[in-house]
Nanobody, 113 residues
Framework: QVQFVESGGGLVQPGGSLRLSCAAS????????MNWHRQVPGKERELVGT???????NYADSVKGRFTITRDNAKNMVYLQMNSLKPEDTAVYYC???????WGQGTQVTVSL
């Protein structure tokens, strides 16, 4: 079945960096675009950015210039490099295939002193 397993979250100080990873399985990964989302308790899930099957990326204005999405089709992995982190980036981060309804458990990112 379709699965997404996110990892790499943690506690980081403002201005720091983290690299999130997402392992995808259960579908032909190389044929699909992938998204990264984030969610803060009590708020709706927010789209952070997308990467198409061809590798074209697009980002929310709030993260543009700081976050970078890449993918490795040989490993069925998608990554989110986060630099210059701000406290408002604190959230649970999820990856998903926008054509499918499955979600992983997410990985918590906390940006704080």
């Amino acid at each position: 079945q379709v699965q997404f397993v996110e990892s790499g979250g943690g506690l980081v100080q403002p201005g720091g960096s983290l690299r999130l990873s997402c392992a995808a399985s259960g579908f032909t990964f190389s044929r699909y675009g992938m998204n990264w989302h984030r969610q803060v308790p009590g708020k709706e899930r927010e789209l952070v950015g997308t990467i198409t099957a061809a590798g074209t990326t697009n980002y929310a204005d709030s993260v543009k210039g700081r976050f970078t999405i890449t993918r490795d089709n040989a490993k069925n992995m998608v990554y989110l490099q986060m630099n210059s982190l701000k406290p408002e980036d604190t959230a649970v981060y999820y990856c998903n295939n926008p054509m499918l309804t499955s979600w992983g458990q997410g990985t918590q990112v906390t940006v704080s002193l």
